[in-house]
T-cell receptor, first 118, second 110 residues
Framework: DSGVTQTPKHLITATGQRVTLRCSPR?????VYWYQQSLDQGLQFLIQ???????AKGNILERFSAQQFPDLHSELNLSSLELGDSALYFC?????????????????FGPGTRLLVL | DAKTTQPPSMDCAEGRAANLPCNHS???????VYWYRQIHSQGPQYIIH???NNETNEMASLIITEDRKSSTLILPHATLRDTAVYYC???????????FGDGTTLTVKP
């Protein structure tokens, strides 16, 4: 158990709909990362938040957005869903310190949310 | 982040050492080498990381060449439960983005 929790575990929805995925980081961790893993594309970095602010952006679509709240939990919002958005979505957390060095950048991953868009 | 190259698959006999190579010839001086593994669609699991020196923990050993252009993850006594995809990544200090490549699928056989 990594200490990172994600809800829901499974989500089935229809094209065009909007869903929200939730992540609670490990106690004390300030950074939250979101990743998408689909069958044909491997693990893709989407976005990182640090202490409530966006820190790094990867291949995140404009239909997707995220935020990190004052209690440090994070939500990933996916809208206008398409069949190709079906994937595993992982959240990870790291950095219980203000300015992490590489030694403190270890990411701990949650169990993921499996999204199926029909 | 530097790009890494790993063999797509490897087999290992149960109880033997599994040696997983990773090439990161364009690594920069401030980039750490991290290893993660993913067991059948579970969340990736941190294994070990290092900068220059060899490292060992309860899960594995990490051997980094002197020029830092390659590394080897060693699982000293592989078990069936070590069957997974192993990812080698390099990260710049204090950077957010992690680039996971395709990894190596390690199959441990009885």
């Amino acid at each position: 158990d990594s200490g990172v929790t994600q809800t829901p575990k499974h989500l089935i929805t229809a094209t065009g709909q909007r869903v929200t995925l939730r992540c609670s980081p490990r106690s004390g961790d300030l950074s939250v990362y979101w990743y998408q893993q689909s069958l044909d594309q491997g693990l893709q970095f989407l976005i990182q938040y640090y202490n409530g602010e966006e820190r790094a952006k990867g291949n995140i679509l404009e239909r997707f957005s995220a935020q990190q709240f004052p209690d440090l939990h994070s939500e990933l919002n996916l809208s206008s869903l398409e069949l190709g958005d079906s994937a595993l979505y992982f959240c990870a957390s790291s950095a219980p310190v203000a300015i992490p060095t590489g030694d403190q950048e270890t990411q701990y991953f949650g169990p993921g949310t499996r999204l199926l868009v029909l | 982040d530097a790009k890494t190259t790993q063999p797509p698959s490897m087999d290992c006999a149960e109880g033997r050492a599994a040696n997983l190579p990773c090439n990161h010839s364009t690594i920069s001086g401030n980039e750490y080498v991290y290893w993660y593994r993913q067991i059948h669609s579970q969340g990736p699991q941190y294994i070990i990381h290092g900068l220059k020196n060899n490292e060992t923990n309860e899960m594995a050993s990490l051997i980094i060449t002197e020029d830092r252009k390659s590394s080897t993850l060693i699982l000293p006594h592989a078990t069936l439960r070590d069957t997974a995809v192993y990812y080698c990544i390099v990260r710049v200090t204090n950077a957010g983005k992690s680039t996971f490549g395709d990894g190596t699928t390690l199959t441990v056989k009885p």
